[in-house]
C-alpha cells in the first residue's frame, strides 16, 4: 500500500492561533480523507478532500474551521483556525486503494494539543 | 449517532488467551474493516470483510460478519503483549465514508 506520512507530528499551540497539517501520500491516490479523534473517542470523519475542487464537509464541519487543500493526486493539508482547547485532538489523514471494497489505509496522526 | 458500538469496552486479558471483541452497526454495508491502534497512533489495517462474506482468517486473527444482526467480531488468538491496542471497526455503504465503533481497548498482561 502506499506510505502516507504526516507533519507535524505533534504540536502544542496556543489557542486563537492556527496549525496547518500536512498530508503526503507516496503514490498517486485519488480520495483522501481528514478525520480528527477527540481524547479517548473514535474517529469522525471531517472531510473528504477532492483534488482541484472544494473540499466535501461532514456534518459539524465547516471550510472556515477547517480549510482543505489538494492541489495533487499526493498532497494534502488541513488548517484547523482560530484554535480552542476543544480542537485538542489526534488528526488523521487516510486514502483508499485497491479494487472494489477499498481498503482505507491511514498516516500517523498528528496529536494536537491547545492551550 | 451512526457510529458503531463495539463491546467491551475495555478488555484484560492475560498472555495466551484468546481475546474477542463484538461490533454492530445500524446501517446496510458494503464491507467492514477492523484496524489496530497503539497509544494514540495512526491505525493499522488488519482485515476487510464484504458483507457477502461470513469468515474470514488472517494469521492469529478470526473475523466473522452476521449481516442479519448487523454485528461483527474479531478474534485474536493466543495473544501476545504486543497485541495490546485500540481495535476499532469500521463500516463503510459505499460512499467511501467509514463510521468507526466505539473501539474496544485491550490489554494483554505478560
Known amino acids: 500500500s502506499a506510505v502516507i506520512s504526516q507533519k507535524p507530528s505533534r504540536d502544542i499551540c496556543q489557542r486563537g492561533t492556527s496549525l496547518t497539517i500536512q498530508c503526503q501520500v507516496d503514490?498517486?491516490?485519488?480520495?483522501m480523507f481528514w478525520y480528527r479523534q477527540q481524547p479517548g473517542q473514535s474517529l469522525t470523519l471531517i472531510a473528504t478532500?477532492?483534488?482541484?475542487?472544494?473540499?466535501?464537509?461532514e456534518s459539524g464541519f465547516v471550510i472556515d474551521k477547517f480549510p482543505i487543500s489538494r492541489p495533487n493526486l499526493t498532497f494534502s493539508t488541513l488548517t484547523v483556525s482560530n484554535m480552542s482547547p476543544e480542537d485538542s485532538s489526534i488528526y488523521l489523514c487516510?486514502?483508499?486503494?485497491?479494487?472494489?471494497?477499498?481498503?482505507?489505509?491511514f498516516g500517523p496522526g498528528t496529536r494536537l494539543l491547545v492551550l | 449517532s451512526q457510529q458503531g458500538e463495539e463491546d467491551p469496552q475495555a478488555l484484560s486479558i492475560q498472555e495466551g488467551e484468546n481475546a474477542t471483541m463484538n461490533c454492530s452497526y445500524k446501517?446496510?454495508?458494503?464491507?467492514l474493516q477492523w484496524y489496530r491502534q497503539n497509544s494514540g497512533r495512526g491505525l493499522v489495517h488488519l482485515i476487510l470483510?464484504?458483507?457477502?462474506?461470513r469468515e474470514k482468517h488472517s494469521g492469529r486473527l478470526r473475523v466473522t460478519l452476521d449481516t442479519s444482526k448487523k454485528s461483527s467480531s474479531l478474534l485474536i488468538t493466543a495473544s501476545r503483549a504486543a497485541d495490546t491496542a485500540s481495535y476499532f471497526c469500521?463500516?463503510?455503504?459505499?460512499?467511501?465514508?467509514?463510521?468507526f465503533g466505539t473501539g474496544t481497548r485491550l490489554k494483554v498482561l505478560a
Open positions: 487516510s486514502h483508499v486503494e485497491g479494487l472494489y471494497p477499498e481498503t482505507q489505509y
Open positions: 503514490s498517486q491516490v485519488t480520495m
Open positions: 478532500a477532492n483534488q482541484g475542487s472544494e473540499a466535501t464537509y
Open positions: 446501517t446496510s454495508i458494503n464491507n
Open positions: 470483510i464484504r458483507s457477502n462474506e
Open positions: 469500521a463500516t463503510d455503504s459505499g460512499t467511501y465514508k467509514y463510521i
